[in-house]
C-alpha cells in the first residue's frame, strides 16, 4: 500500500515490473460479517443455504455460517489489483486450496508473497496465504499476473453506498405472527379482476382470512376463468354492480358475518361511502384513519405513515384519533411503546404554522392521558423524525427523535407525498388499513404486488386479534 494512502491522502499506486523483487510481500486484514456475505451472495448469486441459511448451516458440517470460499480468493485479488503489483495488473492463473472454514467475526488476513519474475513475459508469480486471527491457514494458493511496466498512481475511486436490505423481512415476521392466529372471515368487495381475486385466494391459502366474495357472480368468476384460479369453495354473494358490493359488505360487517373488508376492483370513494354512511355504516366512537406499515430499506425497522389516503385536512381532534389508530395498530404488531412523530416543516412551536400548535397539543393531550400507549414529540421536520445523525447536528433532546415508530403528516397531501417517495425512491413497501371503523378495511390499491396485500391481510389478524 501506498504511504499516500496510509496517510489518508486517497490514492492508489502500483509497482511495475522493475520494481519488484523476489520476496516482496503485501497484505490486508478484512473481518467477515454477515453483510458480506449477502453482499456476496447478492452478487454472485450463490445462496448455498450453508453461507445465507442459519438454520441449515446449524445443521450442516460446520454448524455455523460460514463464508463463500471464494470472498476469501476475491480477498486475494485484491491486494494483487490495489498493492502488488497493483493498477494495470493482469491476471493470468490462480490456484486456490481451502482449509478451513472463515465464520461470521472471523478477521482474516490475506499476504502475497513474489517467488518468481519471467522478465520476458513480464510475469509474476506469488504465493498467497490466508490466515485468521489464530495464525492458522484458510487458504493456500499461488497466482500468476502480468505485472504492470509503467508507474502508475491514481485517486483510489470512492465506490457507491451499499444498501442491503432483504425485501418483504418485516412483512414477513408480521405473517409468521398472523398465522397463528385463527383466519379472519373478510368481505372481499367487488373481486372482479385478476389482482384482487389473487390477494385474496393467496390470503386464504395462507390462513389469514376466510374470504366472502361480494360483487356481480358472473365477472367474478370470468376473472378467475381468466386468471386460471380457482374459486370453487369459496362464497360468492351476488350483487348488480360495484355500489351494491360496497352496501353489501358493510352490511356483512354489521350483522357480524365478516370481521374485515378488503377492496376489489373499485374506487376507494366507493367503499368508503358505503362505510362512513351515518345510517347503514361501519362508524364508531373514533375517526377512521388510514395507517401505511412501510417496510423502507434504509429504515431500521417498520415505519407507520399516518394518514395518507382518508382525512384530506384533519382537525385537532381528528389528529387525536388518528394518532391512538396508529398507536393502536403499531402495539397490534408488536411495537410495544411506539414513538410517534407529530410532523411539521420546523422543530419549535410557530403560530403560523398551524400544525406545529396541534402537534404541541397533541403532545400536551397524551401527558394529560387523552392519548395512550405510545410516546408523542413534536413538532417535528421529517429529517428529524427518522435521522439520528440530523438530531444530533440540531442538538435536539428528545426519545422519539430520530427513531421514530409513527409518523403523523400534517395532512392528507403531505402524508401522500411521503409514502410515495419513498415507494417510488427509496423502494419501500407499503401495506396499510383502514382504522376506526367497527372492522379493519384493507384498501389495498390496483397497484400493490400480492406480498402487499398478503401484509395488509396479515395486519389486518393482528389487529383484530388486539382488539379481541
Same mark, same amino acid.
Given at each position: ?306 394518514? @395518507?389516503? /382518508?382525512?384530506? +385536512? *384533519? &382537525? =385537532? ?11 393502536? #395498530? !403499531? ?72 427513531? @421514530?415508530? /409513527?409518523?403523523? +403528516? *400534517? &395532512? =392528507? ?11 417510488? #425512491? !427509496? ?42
Amino acid at each position: 500500500m501506498s504511504s499516500d494512502d496510509n496517510n489518508g491522502i486517497g490514492f492508489i499506486e502500483n509497482r511495475p515490473f522493475d520494481e519488484i523483487n523476489i520476496g516482496d510481500t503485501a497484505e490486508l486484514s478484512r473481518t467477515l460479517t454477515a453483510q458480506d456475505i449477502d453482499a456476496f451472495a447478492a452478487v454472485s448469486g450463490d445462496v448455498n443455504p450453508a453461507h445465507v441459511d442459519e438454520a441449515f448451516a446449524q445443521e450442516d458440517i460446520f454448524h455455523k455460517v460460514v463464508a463463500h470460499g471464494m470472498w476469501g480468493g476475491a480477498l486475494i485479488s485484491n491486494v494483487l489489483g490495489t498493492q502488488l503489483p497493483g493498477p494495470g495488473t493482469i491476471y493470468q492463473d490462480q490456484t486456490l486450496k481451502f482449509l478451513k472454514p472463515v465464520g461470521i467475526g472471523d478477521t482474516v488476513t490475506v499476504r502475497v508473497t513474489v517467488t518468481e519474475k519471467q522478465p520476458d513475459k513480464k510475469h509474476i508469480t506469488l504465493d498467497c496465504l490466508c490466515t485468521t486471527g489464530d495464525g492458522k491457514p484458510v487458504i493456500t494458493g499461488q497466482a500468476v499476473v502480468i505485472a504492470p511496466d509503467k508507474k502508475v498512481k491514481r485517486p483510489r475511486m470512492a465506490m457507491p453506498d451499499l444498501v442491503l436490505h432483504h425485501r418483504g423481512a418485516s412483512y414477513d415476521r408480521l405473517l409468521s405472527a398472523a398465522q397463528k392466529m385463527d383466519p379472519l372471515p373478510t368481505a372481499v368487495v367487488h373481486p372482479c379482476d385478476e389482482s384482487a381475486l389473487e390477494g385474496a385466494l393467496s390470503a386464504r391459502n395462507l390462513g389469514l382470512l376466510e374470504p366472502v366474495l361480494v360483487g356481480p357472480r358472473s365477472r367474478i368468476q370470468h376473472a378467475a376463468d381468466t386468471a386460471g384460479l380457482d374459486i370453487s369453495g369459496l362464497e360468492i354473494i351476488d350483487t348488480p354492480h360495484s355500489h351494491a358490493s360496497a352496501e353489501r359488505a358493510v352490511h356483512l360487517a354489521r350483522d357480524g358475518r365478516v370481521k374485515a373488508l378488503m377492496k376489489g376492483a373499485l374506487h376507494t370513494d366507493e367503499v368508503m361511502s358505503a362505510v362512513v354512511s351515518k345510517a347503514n355504516g361501519l362508524r364508531s366512537e373514533r375517526r377512521m384513519s388510514h395507517v401505511y406499515v412501510m417496510d423502507v430499506p434504509t429504515y431500521s425497522k417498520p415505519l407507520l405513515i399516518t394518514d @395518507a389516503a /382518508i382525512n384530506i +385536512a *384533519p &382537525d =385537532l381532534q381528528t389528529k387525536a384519533d388518528m394518532v391512538q389508530n396508529a398507536i393502536d #395498530l !403499531a402495539r397490534a404488531i408488536g411495537i410495544e411503546m411506539p414513538k410517534v412523530a407529530i410532523l411539521s416543516a420546523v422543530e419549535t412551536i410557530t403560530p403560523r404554522l398551524q400544525s406545529t400548535v396541534e402537534a404541541g397539543a397533541l403532545c400536551k393531550m397524551a401527558d394529560r392521558g387523552q392519548i395512550t400507549g405510545g410516546m408523542l414529540d413534536g413538532p417535528l421536520a421529517f429529517d428529524n423524525a427518522v435521522s439520528m445523525r440530523a438530531v444530533t447536528t440540531k442538538g435536539i433532546k428528545s426519545d422519539v427523535a430520530g427513531q @421514530a415508530d /409513527i409518523l403523523v +403528516a *400534517p &395532512d =392528507l397531501e403531505a402524508g401522500n407525498m411521503i409514502a410515495k417517495q419513498l415507494m417510488y #425512491l !427509496a423502494g419501500a413497501e407499503a401495506a396499510g388499513i383502514v382504522l376506526g371503523a367497527q372492522v379493519p378495511i384493507m384498501l389495498t390499491s390496483r397497484a400493490d404486488d400480492r406480498r402487499t396485500r398478503i401484509a395488509s391481510a396479515a395486519i389486518a389478524v393482528l389487529y383484530d386479534q388486539s382488539l379481541r
